[in-house]
């Protein structure tokens, strides 16, 4: 099993929201969802799809079912070796259009004894689920920081704390990535 480091930046936000993940490179899809909502601090509460080369892997929307590969059937591995990209894109909550670029680094061997996947780095907090896409976003940076703005009470009380777009939970973020490492650790077969 290969590791392949992962740098995932959101886009069209600032300040920067950045993740660096090791992941194995046979992780199917609909876990490497799970492992990016975990590390930007996500709720997965959305639809969500990964597009490369024009290429799109996801869950079929309910409503409007759509041409979508099954993201449960197709592993990291599987659309870099298909598609060739160095770049793969992760879209998730169709209604706000979260896009998150994924860099695909150096290609590895698994340290032993490390669980994967693994968050290595995180810079900048994500921002709150529904908050309106990027310029949703911007808006509600500028009433937080401003106490005489006169959305920033409301949205405060919405949100239900600060904010600090600078300081994200990093131990808390590690923490749910290792969780996930531990849930889907190979099993010890008996002899």
Same mark, same amino acid.
């Given at each position: 099993m290969s590791i392949i480091d992962l740098k995932i930046i959101l886009e069209y936000v600032e300040p920067a929201v950045t993740r660096s993940l090791k992941v194995p490179a046979n992780i199917r899809l609909d876990r490497l969802h799970q492992i990016i909502q975990a590390a930007m601090g996500w709720h997965n509460c959305h639809l969500y799809e990964f597009m490369a080369a024009e290429v799109r892997w996801g869950v079929p929307d309910p409503d409007f079912g759509g041409d979508a590969l099954p993201a449960n059937k197709s592993t990291l591995w599987d659309v870099i070796e298909d598609t060739g990209v160095k770049t793969i894109h992760y879209i998730y909550d169709f209604g706000d259009g979260w896009d998150h670029q994924i860099k695909i680094g150096?290609? %590895?061997?698994?340290?032993?004894? *490390?669980? &994967?996947?693994?968050?290595?780095?995180? =810079?900048?907090?994500?921002?709150?689920?529904?908050? %309106?896409?990027?310029?949703? &976003?911007?808006?509600? @940076? *500028? =009433?937080?920081? +401003?106490? $005489?703005?006169?959305?920033?009470? *409301?949205?405060? *009380?919405?949100?239900?704390?600060?904010? +600090?777009?600078?300081?994200?939970?990093? +131990?808390?973020?590690?923490?749910?990535?290792?969780? @996930? =490492?531990?849930?889907?650790?190979?099993? $010890?077969? $008996?002899?």
């Open positions: 150096k290609f %590895g061997d698994p340290v032993p004894g *490390e669980l &994967y996947p693994k968050l290595t780095d995180v =810079a900048g907090t994500c921002p709150p689920e529904d908050v %309106g896409g990027a310029p949703g &976003y911007e808006e509600f @940076l *500028e =009433a937080m920081a +401003d106490p $005489k703005h006169p959305e920033h009470d *409301e949205l405060k *009380e919405w949100h239900g704390h600060s904010f +600090d777009p600078n300081i994200p939970q990093t +131990d808390e973020l590690k923490l749910d990535v290792l969780k @996930l =490492a531990k849930k889907w650790k190979p099993r $010890k077969t $008996k002899t």
